[in-house]
C-alpha cells in the first residue's frame, strides 16, 4: 500500500476547545477518499491544518514518507497539497485560462513584457489532456455554469506539476444532478492519473457513487475508515456513525390529509423568460413541495410568490382575496415568509447578533408605537424562539456569521416564527447543512405546517420527495406533469432532471 | 480587527481614554495652555460643528453609502443664513432656511442615489459643485455679515444652556436624538440592517430606498446645522465655509468605527473629540492648516485601515511563517519561458 499521506497522533486546541483530539489519517495515492462527519466533528479543522491554515499542536505529517512542516498555505502547496475552496474565489470577468494561470501568466519578452496567451492555452490544453474533461476555458467565468468554475478551481489548484494530494470541500453543494456527474468524471481522471483526493460532503449517497473509501468523524476524532462495499456488506448506518445514536429516519412523519383552507391560490403564474403557466393551491396544514433543479425557475418563483419579482400574467390569491404586491413588504404583510436559498446574501445580516436578525423582519412588532424598541420583550422573544427551534450554541449576542450554516437557517427560521405569518416559503432549506442539523430542520418545518401552509422548493429530489404531502415539479420554467400530487420519487425526479411525462 | 471585535465594549472605551489622554498629554507637554478652561471651552465648540457634520454622516454611512456633497452644501446653507439675516428676515428665519436648504439637498441626493440608481461618489460631488455654485447668487461670493450683530446670530455661539456652551449643548442634544434613532428605534434597525445587506433587508420587508433617501436627507440637514453654528461663532458667513467639513467628519466617523467596531452614534462622538483635540491642538501651536489637515488626512487613512477587516486580516498574514522543509517547486516552466 502506497500511502501518500500519513497524519499520526493530530491534535488541535482552540482555546479551551478541543478540536482535534488524536486523530490519525492515512491516505492511498490515487484514491478517492471521503470525510464524513456533522458540523464541529474536526473534518474541517483537519483539512485545514493539511493545507497549512491551522497549525497542530501535536501528530506528525508525513508525504510520501518524508515528515513534512505545513506551516503556511504556501508551504502546504510547495509539499504537494491542492485545495478548493467550498466557494472558490475566481475573477469572474477572466475566461477559465486566464483564471487557471492567475498570477502564473508568464510573458514575453521586449519592453511591454506582455501576457503570454499562446503559453497559457497550450498549458491548459496539457492540463486537460492530463486529465480530459469537457470544458470550453475560453469562456468568462462570470458566464460559467457552476461546474465549470469549480472545474477551473480544480485546475488552477492542479496547475502545480508536483501536486499529489488535492482536496475538495463540499464541491457539489451548490450543483444539479447532471453537474455533478461531470464533476465526477474528472474526479476520476485526477484518480487515474494517481492523484489522491480528500473529498467533503455532507450528501452520503455521493461516497457509494464516487469515493473508494471514507472516513467518519465525531467529537474531534476518526471513529471509522471503511470502503463503501465493507459499509453495505456489514450492514453498517453511516448516519449512526456520524451521530453517536440511533438516527431516526430523516424526514419527520406526515400528519395525514390536510383539510385547512385554502391559504395561497396560484392561477397560470409567469415572468416571460422565467417560468410560466404554474397553477396550484396550499392549504393550511400541508407541505407542498416543488422540485427543480438550478434555472428551472423556482428560484424566480419563490421570489414572484414573495413579491421581490413582479408577474406579467397569472393571478395570486391569498386568503381568497387577489393580491399584487409591490415588494415583499406587502408579501409580509399579506402573511408570507420567504426563507431565502441563500442565508449569507439574501436572509441574514451577518455581522448583527441574533436578537436583531430575530426581530428585523417585524419591527413593528419589536416596537412601541412612536418606533422606541421594546428591548427586553425582544430578547424574551427571541430566547423563546432560538429554544424553540433549537439553536446551538445559545447565545443570542454572537454575530450570526459565528454560527453554522444549519444554526443559521434555524436563525432564519425563528425570524420567520417572529413574524408570525400564514404562508412559509422555503428555498433549497438544508444547502451547506449537516444531516444532524437537516433531521431537525425537516421536524420544524413540519411542525409550522401544522399552523401554517408550507411550500418547500429543492432541487434535492429526496427532501421535496420526503418532506412533502403534495409534490410538483418545474422545469425549464414549466410545470411537468407528473403522475399527480402524489407522484413517486421517481417520477418527480425524472420531470425535473429531464421534463420526462410520467409513464 | 477580529481580536478587537471580542473585546467587551469596556477595553474598547478604555482604548478611546487612553489615546484621548495621550493626546492631551502631548498637546498639554507643548502649549502649556492646551488644558485651559478658556482652551477647553473653544475646543469643545469647535467640536460641535465638526461633530453635527459627522453625526449626519455617520447615518449615510450606516447605510454604506458616501456623501461628498456636503461641504458644499454646507457652504450654500451658510450662505442662505447670511442673506435671510441680512435681509432682515431674522434669525430663526434664518437657521429654519439654512437646514431647509440643507434637507432639499440631501433628498436630490437620495433620489439620486437610491430612486435613480446612481453612483453616490459621483452623484453627490454633483450635487456638492451645484450647491456651491448656488452659493454664489447671494452676494457674488462675497462674505456676508450685514445685519449680524444686531440679529443675534452671535449670542448661539455666546449664549449657555443647561449650563453648557449653546453650540456643546446643541450638539448633545442631537447627539440623543440620533443615538434614539439609530439605537433605541425601529428606524435605527432598519437602517442598519438596509446597510449591511440590502437584499435581506428587502426580504425582511424593510423599504431601503426610504431608509436611504433619509440618511443623505439627515446628512444634509446636519451639515447645514453645523455650519449655522460656524457662522455664529466667526461672525460671517462665506462661500468657503463648507470646505473645512469633509475631512474631519469622515475622519471622525472611520476613527469611532475603528475604536468601537462600528460605526455608531457614540463612536462619531469620539472619534469628533479626538480629532477635535488634535485639530485644536495644533491651532494652539500655530501649525498652519494645511499641515494639520494632512495630519488629519493620515489619521482617516490609518483610520479605515483599521476599519477594514481585510486590511487587518493582511497584516495578520504578514507574521512570519515558519520555513517549510519544502519539496522543490516545479511550477509550470513551459508558461514561463
Known amino acids: 500500500m502506497a500511502n501518500v499521506l500519513r497524519m499520526l497522533g493530530i491534535h488541535k486546541r482552540f482555546g479551551p476547545v478541543k478540536a482535534l483530539g488524536g486523530v490519525d489519517f492515512e491516505l492511498e495515492a490515487g484514491e478517492i477518499h471521503a470525510l464524513l462527519g456533522v458540523n464541529g466533528a474536526g473534518k474541517s479543522t483537519l483539512i485545514k491544518i493539511l493545507s497549512g491554515v491551522y497549525t497542530h499542536d501535536e501528530g506528525t505529517i508525513e508525504i510520501d514518507g518524508q515528515p513534512v512542516e505545513l506551516g503556511s498555505p504556501r508551504a502546504a502547496i510547495l509539499a504537494g497539497v491542492a485545495t478548493v475552496q467550498q466557494h472558490p474565489e475566481l475573477v469572474p470577468d477572466c475566461t477559465g485560462v486566464e483564471n487557471i494561470f492567475l498570477g502564473h501568466e508568464g510573458r514575453k519578452p521586449g519592453l511591454f513584457a506582455r501576457i503570454d496567451r499562446t503559453a497559457m492555452r497550450a498549458a491548459a490544453q496539457k492540463l486537460l489532456q492530463r486529465f480530459p474533461i469537457e470544458i470550453d476555458l475560453e469562456a468568462r467565468v462570470g458566464e460559467m455554469p457552476a461546474v465549470d468554475r469549480e472545474i477551473v478551481a480544480i485546475l488552477h489548484a492542479l496547475r502545480n506539476e508536483n501536486t499529489r494530494i488535492l482536496i475538495l470541500d463540499e464541491p457539489t453543494s451548490t450543483l444539479t444532478e447532471r453537474e455533478k456527474a461531470s464533476l465526477f468524471q474528472l474526479m476520476r481522471s485526477l484518480r487515474a492519473a494517481g492523484i489522491a483526493i480528500i473529498y467533503i460532503t455532507h450528501r452520503l449517497e455521493e461516497v457509494f457513487e464516487i469515493a473508494d473509501r471514507f472516513t467518519v468523524f465525531r467529537g474531534g476524532r476518526n471513529v471509522a475508515t471503511l470502503t463503501s462495499q465493507e459499509a453495505t456488506e456489514r450492514g453498517i448506518s453511516i448516519p449512526e456513525l456520524l451521530l453517536d445514536e440511533k438516527a431516526g429516519d430523516l424526514f419527520p412523519e406526515r400528519d395525514g390529509k390536510a383539510d385547512g383552507d385554502v391559504l395561497l391560490e396560484a392561477k397560470g403564474l409567469g415572468r416571460s423568460g422565467l417560468f410560466s403557466g404554474v397553477d396550484f393551491e396550499l392549504r393550511r396544514g400541508e407541505i407542498l413541495g416543488i422540485f427543480g433543479l438550478v434555472g428551472s425557475g423556482v428560484d424566480e418563483l419563490s421570489k414572484t410568490l414573495f413579491g421581490a419579482i413582479r408577474p406579467d400574467e397569472g393571478t395570486m390569491q391569498v386568503k381568497g382575496k387577489a393580491v399584487r404586491f409591490r415588494g415583499p413588504h406587502d408579501a409580509l404583510k399579506a402573511g408570507i415568509f420567504l426563507v431565502p436559498g441563500d442565508r449569507r446574501t439574501e436572509g441574514l445580516a451577518m455581522t448583527q447578533d441574533v436578537v436583531f436578525n430575530t426581530t428585523v423582519a417585524h419591527l413593528g412588532r419589536a416596537s412601541r408605537l412612536g418606533g422606541l424598541l421594546k428591548f427586553g420583550r425582544n430578547r424574551l422573544d427571541t430566547e423563546a424562539l432560538a429554544r424553540d427551534v433549537g439553536l446551538q450554541p445559545f447565545e443570542l449576542d454572537r454575530p450570526v456569521s459565528a454560527f453554522s450554516g444549519g444554526n443559521q437557517q434555524k436563525i432564519v427560521i425563528a425570524k420567520g416564527l417572529f413574524r408570525d405569518s400564514d404562508i412559509y416559503i422555503f428555498v433549497e432549506p438544508t444547502v451547506g447543512v449537516d444531516i444532524g442539523a437537516r433531521a431537525k430542520l425537516y421536524t420544524l418545518i413540519r411542525e409550522l405546517s401544522r399552523r401554517a401552509g408550507v411550500i418547500v422548493m429543492s432541487s434535492d429530489c429526496d427532501e421535496v420527495h420526503g418532506l412533502a404531502d403534495r409534490v410538483m415539479a418545474l422545469y425549464k420554467g414549466r410545470p411537468v406533469e407528473t403522475g399527480g400530487w402524489n407522484a413517486s420519487r421517481d417520477q418527480l425526479l425524472s420531470a425535473g432532471i429531464m421534463g420526462a411525462r410520467a409513464a | ?337
Not at chain 2, 477580529?2 to 487612553?18: D, E, G, Q, S
Not at chain 2, 446628512?219 to 460656524?230: D, F, P, Q
Open chain 2, 1 to 337: 480587527m477580529k481580536t478587537l471585535a471580542k473585546n467587551p465594549i469596556y477595553l474598547r472605551i478604555l482604548a478611546f481614554v487612553v489615546l484621548l489622554a495621550v493626546v492631551a498629554a502631548i498637546f498639554q507637554s507643548l502649549t502649556p495652555a492646551y488644558l485651559s478652561s478658556n482652551n477647553i471651552h473653544a475646543l469643545l465648540r469647535h467640536m460641535a460643528v465638526q461633530g453635527l457634520a459627522a453625526l449626519g454622516l455617520t447615518f449615510v454611512i450606516v447605510v454604506r453609502q458616501f456623501d461628498l456633497s456636503f461641504p458644499g452644501v454646507a457652504s450654500l446653507g451658510a450662505m442662505t443664513l447670511g442673506w435671510l439675516i441680512a435681509s432682515n428676515f431674522g434669525v430663526g428665519a434664518g437657521i429654519a432656511g439654512a437646514v431647509a436648504v440643507g434637507l432639499a439637498c440631501g433628498l436630490v441626493n437620495g433620489i439620486a442615489v437610491s430612486y435613480l440608481r446612481l453612483p453616490d461618489i459621483v452623484a453627490t460631488i454633483a450635487t456638492g459643485g451645484l450647491a456651491i455654485g448656488l452659493s454664489y447668487f447671494y452676494s457674488n461670493g462675497t462674505s456676508i455679515s450685514k445685519n449680524f450683530f444686531k440679529s443675534g446670530i452671535l449670542d448661539l455661539n455666546d449664549a449657555k444652556y443647561f449650563g453648557l456652551d449653546a453650540p456643546v449643548a446643541i450638539l448633545a442634544l442631537t447627539a440623543a436624538i440620533a443615538a434614539l434613532i439609530l439605537h433605541g428605534s425601529r428606524f435605527g434597525r432598519a437602517f442598519y440592517a438596509t446597510g449591511e445587506n440590502r437584499v435581506s433587508a428587502v426580504y425582511s420587508g424593510i423599504r431601503v430606498k426610504a431608509y436611504v433617501l433619509a440618511a443623505f436627507a439627515i446628512c444634509g440637514a446636519l451639515s447645514c446645522l453645523a455650519i449655522t453654528l460656524l457662522v455664529a461663532s466667526s461672525g460671517a458667513a462665506n462661500v468657503t465655509a463648507g470646505s473645512q467639513l469633509l475631512m474631519p467628519a469622515y475622519a471622525a466617523v472611520y476613527l469611532g468605527a475603528a475604536l468601537f467596531g462600528a460605526a455608531s452614534v457614540p463612536a462619531t462622538i469620539a472619534g469628533t473629540l479626538l480629532m477635535s483635540a488634535m485639530l485644536n491642538g495644533f491651532t494652539l501651536m500655530a501649525v498652519p492648516y494645511f499641515y494639520s489637515d494632512a495630519i488629519v488626512s493620515t489619521v482617516l487613512i490609518v483610520a479605515i485601515a483599521a476599519f477594514d477587516p481585510k486590511v487587518s486580516a493582511a497584516l495578520k498574514r504578514l507574521r512570519p511563517a515558519r520555513s517549510p522543509k519544502a519539496l522543490a517547486s516545479t511550477s509550470l516552466r513551459e508558461v514561463r519561458s
